[in-house]
T-cell receptor, first 116, second 119 residues
Framework: AQSVTQLDSQVPVFEEAPVELRCNYS??????LFWYVQYPNQGLQLLLK??????LVESINGFEAEFNKSQTSFHLRKPSVHISDTAEYFC??????????????FGPGTSLSVIP | DTGVSQNPRHKITKRGQNVTFRCDPI?????LYWYRQTLGQGPEFLTY????????KSRLLSDRFSAERPKGSFSTLEIQRTEQGDSAMYLC?????????????????FGPGTRLLVL
């Protein structure tokens, strides 16, 4: 079974500063990794995902995450945050290449607050 | 297509009452999922449908919970004899089937959720 740890429950950061949201996972098999974002009063949206290939994946709004198999991590970074990035961020994992359904395990979330 | 929709968005009920939630997935998606999210936690998997077949149920889904997807389109989640511990956000998501070789990381698209408060 897979599990996800997000050590930082809240991350306050000033506007235009860099940010890193940490995610570590546990699994005995190969995994796919995801970051979802939940803006206030909105549903979860996929931010980016790692399936295979390049370990660095990027989103359209400037976030990137790097899959590190040896450290079992998938940290999310952005070099310069905006007020609009204020949201809850969830790291998630699922078994890679499974023949059954897509059971996604979510972490507890990190609340990112961007301070003007 | 406007995405996954859920109704109602909010529900307040008294303990012991039955409630039913509806989810309308993206029309071409044949996979549908229900999750429960409590305050300060990530979504927890409840159950999964492939077309009209319910293929997996979490141990979180007690006998008071039942989900259906009768025609492989919309789905309903019913909670009987609600308890205060059932208070949570109930999320629905859908995805396409993806590769015939198995799960290929298809993106799950989430609805806005139904917030349930049991008094």
């Amino acid at each position: 079974a897979q599990s996800v740890t997000q050590l930082d429950s809240q991350v306050p950061v000033f506007e235009e500063a860099p940010v890193e949201l940490r995610c570590n996972y546990s699994s005995s098999v190969s995994v796919y990794l995801f970051w979802y974002v939940q803006y206030p009063n909105q549903g979860l949206q996929l931010l980016l995902k790692y399936l295979s290939g390049s370990t660095l994946v990027e989103s359209i709004n400037g976030f990137e995450a790097e899959f590190n198999k040896s450290q079992t991590s998938f940290h999310l970074r952005k070099p310069s945050v905006h007020i609009s990035d204020t949201a809850e961020y969830f790291c998630a994992v699922t078994e890679a290449g499974g023949t059954s359904y897509d059971k996604v395990i979510f972490g507890p979330g990190t609340s990112l607050s961007v301070i003007p | 297509d406007t995405g996954v929709s859920q109704n109602p968005r909010h529900k307040i009920t008294k303990r012991g009452q039955n409630v039913t939630f509806r989810c309308d997935p993206i029309s071409e998606h044949n996979r549908l999922y229900w999750y429960r999210q409590t305050l300060g936690q990530g979504p927890e998997f409840l159950t999964y449908f492939q077309n009209e077949a319910q293929l997996e149920k979490s141990r979180l889904l007690s006998d008071r919970f039942s989900a259906e997807r009768p025609k492989g389109s919309f789905s309903t989640l019913e909670i009987q004899r609600t308890e205060q511990g059932d208070s949570a956000m109930y999320l629905c998501a859908s995805s396409s089937e993806g590769s015939l070789a198995g799960y290929s990381g298809e993106t799950q698209y989430f609805g806005p959720g139904t917030r349930l408060l049991v008094l």
